[in-house]
C-alpha cells in the first residue's frame, strides 16, 4: 500500500528514534576527517589501483541496493556523485551485525548524509566505486526528497510544483545538482569581473543601504523608519550619487557590488532585490567606458566558457569585440518608421497610440521615447549592441552631449533583447544638475512615481568640483541568465523574492505541495 507522505515522515521519526535507542547518535558532535571528493577520484583514479587505497568521505545517500549481505549504494557530495560497495561482514565487527542489518539496511534512508572509508576498485562493469571498510552516520533527514522522473532518457523536474523550486532551493540542488552548477558560474563571473576591475587599479568600495533620500535611478525606494534617529529612511535603488561623491573626494576610479532594491512588479526579469556592480572613473567619457564594457564582457565569456560566443536558448550569442552601435534615434527609425528626433511630446502620444505602445498622462517626452523603444526595439536586439545618445529628458544624470544639442552622453548595452547596462558621460555641473533634478520634481508632480527626488548633499558635493567622469551599472543577475543560459532571473537567485506561502494543515514533501 502507498503511504502518505505524513506516513512516511513518521516512520522516519520512529527510525531516528529507534537510532538513538541503539546508542548511535543520529547527529554526532565530532567533525568527520573527508580527505577526497568524489570528482577528484574519478577524475584521477590510476586504472592500476595504486593509489586511493585510503579514502574518506562524506555526502547524501541518493541510491541503495540491497543484496543481503552486501549492498551498493550511491553518495552524492559537493562535487557529484560515487557509487559505493558495502560489504556487512567489513562494516561490522564480531557477530553484532546491527550496523549493517538494522541501521544501514532498515533505519538510513535517502536523503541520510553519511560518511564512509574504503578504498577506491572499479567493478566489472567499469565503473569507479569506493569498497567501504567503515560507514557513519552524520546527520540523519526526516523529510523525504522528491523524486527527479527520467522517461525513454529525458529527466523531467522533480517539482510538481515549479515554485517550490525557489521556495525550498536547498531541495533543489540536492535533487537538481546542475542547480548548483548555475550559482558556481555565477561567482565565477564575478569573480571574473572583479579581477578585471583590480588589474587597472580601481578601488573597490560600500555605500550605504539605508538612505536618507534614494537616487540615482527612476524607481519606486522601500522605505522603512529608524526609530532612534526618528527619520524615514530609504532602501537604495542605485549608489550612484555615494559612488559620485568619493570621485570629488579624490579618487579615480571606484566600484562596488551592490545589493539594490526597487518596489516594482515582478516577473522573469525582475525581482525587488538585486545586485549591479557601480563603475565611476575619472576623465573618460561615454565612448571610453563602450571599449571597457567589450573588453570586460568578453573577457568573462571566456573565463566562463573558453570562447567569445554563448549558447541563450536557440540563439548563439556572440561578445566577440566589437559590438555593433546605433544611436536611439536611428534603432527607433529603423525598427517603426518613424523620425522622431524633433518630435514634441504630443506628437510623441500620437506615434505611441499608432504604434500601441501603451502609455499614460504621467509619462514625458522622456518616458515615452523609452515606452516606444522598450516596446519596438528592445527585444529585436540579440546580439550585444550599444545604443548610444538619448534624449536629455530621459537622462537627468548625464553630461549633455558635446555635439548633439538636446541629447546626453549616455548609452545602454541591450543583449538579447533586454537592457545588460547602462552608462553616461557624468553630469558634473552642479547648476545644470539642480535644474534637472527640479525638473524631476515637476514630474513628481504629474503622478510620476519614478521621478528622482532632489539631493542637496550630493549637489553640495558637484560644487566642490568633480573631474570629468565616467560612469557604469551592469546588472549581474542579468549577465548571469545570459552566461548560464537561464530564462528566469529566479533561476540565478539563490533565494528570489516568492508571494507568501500557502501552508497545508499537515507539512507535506516538496513534491506534492
Known sequence: MQLSLTEQEQ???????????????????????????SAEIKKNYPADNSLYQDVSIAGRLMTRRIMGAASFAELQDSAGR??????????????????????????????????????????????????????????????????????DGEVFDAFTDPEQRYRQRYVDMIVNPM????????????????????????????????????????ARPFK??????????????ANELYLKRLIVGGFDGVYEFSK???????????????????????????????????????????????????????????????????????????FTGADIENKSEEELVTL???????????????KIIDQIFGEKCEPNLIQPTFITDYPVEMSPLAKKHR???????????????KELCNAFSELNDPIDQRERFESQLELGKRGDDESMVLDEDFLRSLEFAMPP???LGIGIDRLTMIMTNQSSIQDVLFFPQMRPEKRASNPQSPQDV
Open 403 to 417: 555635439s548633439k544639442p538636446g541629447l546626453v552622453e549616455r548609452f545602454e548595452a541591450i543583449c538579447n533583447g
Open 11 to 37: 516512520i522516519r521519526r520512529d527510525s531516528l528514534n529507534e537510532i538513538s535507542r541503539l546508542g548511535i547518535n543520529p547527529y554526532p558532535p565530532e567533525t568527520f576527517p573527508v580527505n577526497i571528493t
Open 469 to 471: 567622469t565616467s560612469g
Open 352 to 366: 505611441a497610440k499608432q504604434l500601441d505602445v501603451p502609455i499614460d498622462k504621467t509619462m514625458a517626452k522622456g
Open 260 to 334: 539594490d532594491f526597487r518596489n516594482e512588479g515582478m516577473d522573469r526579469f525582475h525581482n525587488p532585490e538585486f545586485t549591479q556592480m557601480e563603475l565611476y572613473v575619472a576623465y573618460k567619457d561615454y565612448e571610453w567606458m563602450m571599449e571597457l564594457v567589450e573588453e570586460m564582457v568578453e573577457k568573462i565569456a571566456f573565463d566562463l566558457h573558453g570562447k567569445t560566443e554563448v549558447q541563450v536558448g536557440d540563439k548563439l550569442i556572440d561578445f566577440k569585440r566589437p559590438w555593433k552601435r546605433f544611436t536611439m534615434f536611428e534603432v527607433i527609425k529603423h
Open 179 to 218: 542547480v548548483r552548477d548555475v550559482f558556481v558560474k555565477r561567482t565565477q563571473l564575478v569573480n571574473s569581473m572583479r579581477q578585471f576591475l583590480n588589474s587597472r587599479s580601481y578601488l573597490e568600495v560600500e555605500t550605504p543601504v539605508l538612505q536618507p533620500l534614494y537616487g540615482g535611478a527612476a
Open 82 to 151: 560515487i557509487q559505493l560497495y558495502i560489504k556487512r561482514d567489513e562494516i561490522c565487527t564480531g557477530d553484532d551485525k546491527t550496523l549493517y542489518n538494522t541501521v544501514f539496511k532498515r533505519l538510513l534512508d535517502i536523503g541520510d548524509i553519511i560518511g564512509v572509508t574504503g578504498y577506491v576498485f572499479v567493478t566489472q562493469m567499469g565503473e569507479i566505486s569506493i569498497h567501504v571498510k567503515s560507514l557513519k552516520l552524520l546527520s540523519k533527514s526526516l523529510r523525504v526528497l522528491p523524486i527527479v522522473k527520467e522517461k
Open 224 to 237: 522603512t523608519h529608524h526609530n532612534s534617529l526618528d527619520m524615514t529612511l530609504y532602501l537604495r535603488i
